[in-house]
């Protein structure tokens, strides 16, 4: 027995409803067993959850998502990706070969789970590069589609134009009142030569993700004068390891067995622009060790006006990663399409659970145009602040900016004799 086959008897126990399926093997694949779960009652309309990435495994993430999902009498489907956690290795316990990781190999998964489950027609529900593989399967697989939720929103291997233009109008012009300062100070901090343009854009481009104009703000603000570097480095070092293929994140997060689909496939890397706010900066390293671009395996955008079944288009209002324009134009596209904003940043599958869960529900009942009616805009408004799974980030965010802010003071204050509330001679 491998060591990933041991692994999932062993996890069998804590994730209910795992299961796999034995893939052929094929002339760029050998046989391998894919991981699924199927939780809940088997119903009518089934959901099939596709996290984002690639990269993002789906047993082990999402366990505490399909418990509440179980609770709300839903049938969920997840589909652990080929080449990563426990859909890693083949037969034999070797990894996967990186030409057997591709997106019409992905799509293919999914329709080979809906045949052995004896599902029909399923509600798909894609977040971030689960869109792109949501609508692939749409434009593949057509009949089997009940309903659709894409929650933030990815379109081509293009978008990135999109991203780049988003984000700097923003943070870098300043054309919003919110973040008009914020923007200056961001021009200036770059100027005085204290940080690079790649490292301050990614540090703002989270801080307002997470926290919004407001901490943005403050934090630049602090920046300038020299006291947050010690917050400066935590928020510049979040998010790092998404693109390392570390032994600690096995099982959670694997960028390097789906790096192809990554930059062969989507383009992650395109050539930067020498601009500020250019997502492909933060995979140029990444990128050098695979093939480049070649072509993405879908014209999404030219089959988005065919797309008949109920369709949900999730977006957040701070999304710098799949931002509005973008939810938009699919929503502009596709007949019929609703488009739910909510005051997020990126994902409503992983920041915003319970906002996701009522969504679904409301697809696999097929009653999607309640989402528009006054009632269920107030609910989704509640269910946004009470289930954030990022909320306690801009806390520790202004905690460390108070902290570094204090401890910058109390020199200050020794050298006039007076001493701080609280502290003793």
Same mark, same amino acid.
């Given at each position: 027995?491998?060591?990933?086959?041991?692994?999932? &008897?062993?996890?069998?126990?804590?994730?209910?409803?795992?299961?796999?399926? =034995?893939?052929?093997?094929?002339?760029?694949?050998?046989?391998?067993?894919?991981?699924?779960? &199927?939780?809940?009652?088997?119903?009518?309309?089934?959901?099939?959850v596709?996290? /984002?990435?690639?990269?993002?495994?789906?047993?082990?993430?999402?366990? =505490?998502?399909?418990?509440?999902?179980?609770?709300?009498?839903?049938?969920?489907?997840?589909i652990?990706?080929?080449?990563?956690?426990?859909?890693?290795?083949?037969? #034999?316990?070797?990894?996967?070969?990186?030409?057997?990781?591709?997106?019409?190999?992905?799509?293919?998964?999914?329709?080979?789970?809906?045949?052995?489950?004896?599902?029909?027609?399923?509600?798909?529900?894609?977040s971030?590069y689960?869109?792109?593989?949501?609508?692939?399967?749409?434009?593949?697989?057509?009949?089997?589609?009940?309903?659709?939720?894409?929650d933030?929103?990815?379109?081509?291997?293009?978008?990135?134009?999109?991203?780049?233009?988003?984000? &700097?109008?923003?943070?870098?012009?300043?054309?919003?009142?919110?973040?008009?300062?914020?923007?200056?100070?961001?021009?200036?901090?770059?100027?005085?030569?204290?940080?690079?343009?790649?490292?301050?854009?990614?540090?703002?481009?989270?801080?307002?993700?997470?926290?919004?104009?407001?901490?943005?703000?403050?934090?630049?603000?602090?920046?300038?004068?020299?006291?947050?570097? =010690? #917050?400066?480095?935590?928020?510049?070092?979040?998010g790092?390891?998404?693109?390392?293929?570390?032994?600690?994140?096995?099982?959670?997060?694997?960028?390097?067995?789906?790096?192809?689909?990554?930059?062969?496939?989507?383009?992650?890397?395109?050539?930067?622009?020498?601009?500020?706010?250019?997502?492909?900066?933060?995979?140029?390293?990444?990128?050098?060790?695979?093939?480049?671009?070649?072509?993405?395996?879908?014209?999404?955008?030219?089959?988005?006006?065919?797309?008949?079944?109920?369709?949900v288009?999730? #977006?957040?209002?701070?999304?710098?990663?799949?931002?509005?324009?973008?939810?938009? =134009?699919?929503?502009?596209?596709?007949?019929?399409?609703?488009?739910l904003?909510?005051?997020?940043?990126h994902?409503?599958?992983?920041?915003?659970?319970?906002?996701?869960?009522?969504?679904?529900?409301?697809?696999?009942?097929?009653?999607?145009?309640?989402?528009?009616?006054?009632?269920?805009?107030?609910?989704?408004?509640?269910?946004?602040?009470?289930?954030?799974?990022?909320?306690?980030?801009?806390?520790?965010?202004?905690?460390?900016l108070?902290?570094?802010?204090?401890?910058?003071?109390?020199?200050?204050?020794?050298?006039?004799?007076?001493?701080?509330? /609280?502290?003793?001679?």
């Open positions: 027995m491998t060591r990933d086959q041991d692994r999932l &008897r062993r996890l069998a126990s804590t994730s209910p409803g795992l299961r796999t399926l =034995r893939r052929p093997a094929t002339t760029n694949c050998p046989e391998f067993d894919l991981a699924y779960t &199927r939780t809940g009652q088997p119903s009518a309309t089934p959901v099939v596709l996290p /984002g990435g690639p990269g993002l495994a789906s047993v082990l993430p999402y366990r =505490r998502f399909r418990r509440r999902a179980t609770a709300r009498g839903l049938d969920v489907v997840m652990e990706h080929r080449g990563i956690g426990l859909s890693r290795a083949d037969t #034999t316990g070797h990894d996967l070969p990186r030409a057997a990781v591709t997106i019409s190999a992905v799509i293919g998964d999914i329709a080979a789970v809906l045949e052995h489950e004896n599902i029909d027609a399923a509600v798909l529900y894609g971030s689960g869109t792109y593989l949501a609508c692939g399967f749409g434009i593949e697989h057509p009949h089997s589609v009940a309903g659709m939720v894409l933030s929103t990815v379109l081509s291997a293009h978008d990135h134009h999109a991203v780049r233009s988003h984000a &700097r109008s923003l943070l870098w012009d300043g054309q919003h009142p919110d973040t008009e300062s914020s923007a200056r100070l961001l021009r200036d901090l770059i100027a005085g030569g204290t940080h690079t343009q790649d490292d301050a854009s990614d540090v703002a481009r989270l801080t307002y993700e997470f926290g919004g104009p407001a901490l943005l703000q403050r934090f630049l603000k602090q920046a300038t004068s020299g006291k947050a570097q =010690r #917050t400066w480095a935590f928020v510049s070092n979040l790092r390891s998404e693109i390392e293929d570390e032994v600690a994140t096995r099982f959670w997060m694997e960028f390097g067995p789906v790096a192809g689909i990554a930059f062969t496939e989507l383009n992650y890397a395109p050539p930067p622009d020498g601009g500020p706010f250019d997502p492909a900066t933060q995979f140029i390293s990444a990128a050098a060790k695979y093939p480049p671009f070649s072509k993405e395996p879908f014209d999404i955008p030219a089959h988005l006006s065919r797309f008949r079944w109920p369709t288009i999730i #977006t957040g209002s701070r999304d710098l990663r799949t931002p509005r324009p973008i939810a938009e =134009r699919a929503h502009a596209s596709i007949p019929g399409s609703i488009l904003g909510i005051d997020n940043g994902s409503a599958l992983d920041t915003h659970q319970l906002v996701a869960l009522h969504v679904i529900e409301r697809m696999a009942q097929n009653q999607s145009n309640r989402l528009t009616r006054p009632s269920d805009t107030q609910i989704i408004r509640q269910l946004a602040v009470r289930g954030s799974a990022t909320r306690f980030l801009p806390h520790i965010i202004s905690t460390r108070r902290l570094e802010n204090a401890a910058d003071t109390l020199p200050r204050l020794s050298r006039f004799g007076l001493r701080a509330p /609280g502290t003793r001679r």
